[in-house]
């Protein structure tokens, strides 16, 4: 026999549940450290790991329970048993996606990369959808709306402020706010957002409230043609009901029956005539 075969081979030693131990995960501080939860392993295994929360265990609203929010642990410390992680990305679920895209409605979806004040880059997908379906251009027109919006709030905002913005729909509600003009839309929401990269030495300073206050943007929208928008659009876009064609269709409708009373009176005017023609013979 080979030297080899009479060689036997080294048994790796298993990592038995005794080895790991339990860490409480900590939020960031734009989180306001908050626990997130509770992992298992050890101190080589836990850098790196993701772990995902609902936005409604931080606000106690049933109207973000929707809304899941990814973290990733940055640091261990084995003295306290905690685990600190940073902010990585959020995302709305599957079902609520769907639920805001009805039938004959048009669906406006950007995916673009941005740069915060202090350089972390962020890759934001929003959704827009309109009552009743867009046309191409004014779909362009919308989309050009998102890009500026979310590309002002990222030159003027940390990342610590630019975060609670996304979340919390403080963004979305600006953009709604500007692009109904071009076409009334039943919603926005910033879908889905991703960390991309962080610079060197980035860390979370400050902890923003919920209701901070944010500045208004103001974005020149510049259209190719005035047919673009409706009047209605226009002046009103909650009054918006009907469209155009509905509109000649009726107005048709009505003419044609007026033209069909008509003979129909001229008709009786006709025949009522030559009656009392008939009774004076008879008299004579």
Not at 79 to 102: K, W
Request: charged share 35%; with cysteine.
């Amino acid at each position: 026999m080979s030297q080899k075969a009479r060689k036997k081979k080294t048994k790796l030693r298993k990592v038995s549940f005794k080895d790991k131990s339990w860490y409480q995960i900590i939020a960031p501080k734009s989180f306001d450290f908050k626990p997130i939860g509770e992992i298992i392993g050890m101190e080589n295994n836990l850098i790196g790991r993701t772990i995902e929360t609902l936005l409604y265990d931080f606000t106690n609203s049933y109207n973000d329970i929707s809304l899941k929010l990814k973290f990733k642990v940055d640091s261990v410390n084995l003295e306290s048993g905690q685990a600190q992680s940073i902010f990585l990305g959020h995302t709305y679920t599957n079902d609520y996606v769907r639920s805001l895209i009805g039938r004959g409605s048009s669906k406006i979806q950007t995916i673009m990369n941005l740069t915060t004040k202090d350089n972390y880059v962020f890759r934001l997908t929003t959704v827009c959808t309109t009552i009743q379906r867009a046309r191409s251009s004014q779909q362009i027109v919308v989309r050009k709306i998102i890009r500026e919006i979310l590309k002002e709030f990222a030159k003027s905002l940390d990342h610590e402020k630019f975060i609670t913005g996304m979340i919390y729909s403080e963004f979305s509600n600006q953009i709604k706010r500007i692009a109904k003009t071009i076409y009334p839309l039943s919603s926005s929401k910033i879908i889905k957002s991703k960390l991309v990269s962080v610079p060197e030495g980035g860390e979370d300073k400050i902890y923003i409230a919920k209701d901070e206050e944010f500045e208004v943007v103001e974005v020149e929208v510049k259209r190719s043609r005035k047919s673009d928008i409706k009047r209605t659009e226009r002046i009103n876009v909650k009054k918006f009901t009907r469209s155009k064609n509905t509109r000649q269709t009726k107005e048709q409708a009505s003419k044609k029956k007026k033209e069909t009373k008509e003979p129909a009176s001229e008709k009786k005017e006709e025949t009522k005539e030559p009656a009392p023609e008939k009774k004076e013979e008879s008299t004579e």
